[in-house]
T-cell receptor, first 113, second 113 residues
């Protein structure tokens, strides 16, 4: 069975600094990868997705992620964060052409002044 | 464009009472539908998913059930709520078929007293 690991439960960062949220998955078959953001007491919003093609994918709000098959990683990056980026971020994977998402446990990004 | 509606937004219920949470999707046909639960400070757990009317798959044994009486309607129910049923419940949809991203509703905060 597939699994998704988000090693960092919390990431504090100052405003306008760059940030990277790490995500690793375990699967030996083809994968579709996603990052979601969740603001307090709200549902999850899709940030970006990798289905095929270019390994560097760009999403909303200035975020991007790079699919690295050899390292089974899909890290999320933003070159300059804003206070409004404070939220919980979830990495998720679909494997083997299915339709069920497996989520990581989430990373709380806290942007400080 | 497609939209997903979930209600109610918050609900406080006594132990042993019944439950009915509703989710509807607009702007698409034959979607895959999902119910998740998110416990405080934890990731998302898939409870049920459906690929069509009357077709429900249960992911974990529990005190809850799901039904899909219409193509774009998904209902989460319980006959008798337990304290452990407290949490944040999220409905999601994806396009019929495989591998696409899921899109989430705003969630229902359920508190059991």
């Amino acid at each position: 069975a597939q699994s998704v690991t988000q090693l960092d439960s919390q990431v504090p960062v100052f405003e306008e600094a760059p940030v990277e949220l790490r995500c690793n998955y375990s699967s030996s078959v083809s994968v579709y990868l996603f990052w979601y953001v969740q603001y307090p007491n709200q549902g999850l919003q899709l940030l970006l997705k990798y289905l095929s093609g270019s390994t560097l994918v760009k999403g909303i709000n200035g975020f991007e992620a790079e699919f690295n098959k050899s390292q089974t990683s899909f890290h999320l990056r933003k070159p300059s964060v804003h206070i409004s980026d404070t939220a919980e971020y979830f990495c998720a994977v679909i494997t083997g052409g299915g339709n069920k998402l497996t989520f990581g446990t989430g990373t709380q990004l806290k942007v400080e002044l | 464009s497609q939209t997903i509606h979930q209600w109610p937004a918050t609900l406080v219920q006594p132990v042993g009472s019944p439950l009915s949470l509703e989710c509807t999707v607009e702007g698409t046909s034959n979607p895959n539908l999902y119910w998740y639960r998110q416990a405080a400070g934890r990731g998302l757990q898939l409870l049920f998913y459906s690929v069509g009317i009357g077709q429900i798959s249960s992911e974990v044994p529990q005190n809850l059930s799901a039904s899909r009486p219409q193509d774009r309607q998904f209902i989460l129910s319980s006959k008798k709520l337990l304290l452990s049923d407290s949490g944040f419940y999220l409905c999601a949809w994806s396009a019929g078929g495989q591998g696409g991203p899921q899109h989430f509703g705003d969630g229902t905060r359920l508190s059991i007293l």
